[in-house]
């Protein structure tokens, strides 16, 4: 997983891993996004932490983290805050990152 950058913000698609550096269910949600990225062999996931971001959170209306930030087509699409487990997580990549199931 890689730091959200300011050219990655300007992108109108990515996954956004939001997390505070203590949080215990930040650090659950990480592991399951690591495991993910691990079997693809890619990074998938940005990061931002939000404590550092507080203009970030209020602008996209961030309620609690961790959060799985979804922009599409420049706009927020989703925002899941209940990671439950890895096959949730695939489910809404599978919506939203399709090209990662694609078979050559």
Known sequence: MQEITDEIYEQ?????FIYTPFCGTCSLARSMLDKIEAVHQQ???YEMNASLNPEFMQEYKVESVPCLLIKEDGRVKDKIYAFKSI???YSYLMEYKPELFATS
């Open 12 to 16: 109108d698609r990515y996954l956004l």
């Open 43 to 45: 990074d998938i996931f």
């Open 87 to 89: 096959a949730n997580i």
